[in-house]
């Protein structure tokens, strides 16, 4: 993030490795824990161009991402054919905003997000180096009304075996960044020997993560 010519290389050059062609599983499958409500506004940092923007759009009134890259939010609403309306903001950002959803291009800790009961971290949290995670962490408590949930997916694998990103963010570095809110693991899957990650690039060991974040 705060070295956005590696994002915005990676958009351009169209190496995005880490964008899902469909839904995630683990959204559809563990976000009732969150108990939505059509009502709750959500947020998906570090958006992309995600399919997970869409599924939410169907099941809440007001949707919000944020991207830096301003290719990936073009390729969004191109892809799916809708035509959002853009209005700059502050000379920093701007809006597209199409009927649930409204995604801010620009720095995420400057735009000027509105407050949301639930925030969807698929690839968030991992995206950023150890020394950047308590203000984003910071930025996102600031977002959060009484109440909020978050629903965070994250890596477990040993760090020094594999440049990030995606960077390893471990259960103690995750109850250690939300220390003042209940966090209960949902789920953990741990790979086995013909996963790539294991197979290909010879970790030790990899797992995928779900959290449930909830303000107390």
């Known amino acids: 993030m705060r070295d956005p010519e590696f994002w915005h290389g990676k958009w351009a050059a169209n190496q995005i490795g880490f964008h899902l062609e469909d839904v995630n599983p683990l959204l559809i499958e563990y976000w009732q824990h969150t108990k939505p409500t059509h009502e709750d506004k959500v947020l998906v940092p570090l958006c992309g161009k995600s399919e997970d923007l869409v599924w939410l759009a169907t099941k809440h009134a007001d949707v919000q991402g944020a991207e830096l890259s301003n290719i990936a939010v073009r390729a969004f609403f191109a892809e799916h054919f809708y035509t959002p309306m853009v209005m700059p903001i502050n000379g920093q950002h701007e809006l597209f905003q199409f009927d649930e959803l409204s995604i801010y291009s620009g720095d995420f800790f400057t735009a000027p997000l509105k407050p949301v009961d639930i925030v969807y971290d698929r690839a968030s949290l991992v995206a950023l180096p150890e020394e950047m995670r308590a203000e984003y962490v910071a930025k996102i408590k600031s977002l959060l009304n009484p109440g909020a949930r978050i629903l965070l997916v994250s890596l477990d694998y040993d760090q020094s075996e594999m440049a990030g990103p995606p960077f390893s963010v471990a259960e103690a570095e995750i ?9 209960t693991r949902l789920y953990r899957d741990e790979a086995d020997q013909d996963h790539p990650k294991i197979a290909k690039k010879g970790l030790s060991r990899f797992a995928e ?6 303000s107390e």
């Open 175 to 183: 109850r250690s960044l939300f220390a003042e809110y209940k966090v």
């Open 209 to 214: 993560e779900v959290y449930l974040i909830e």
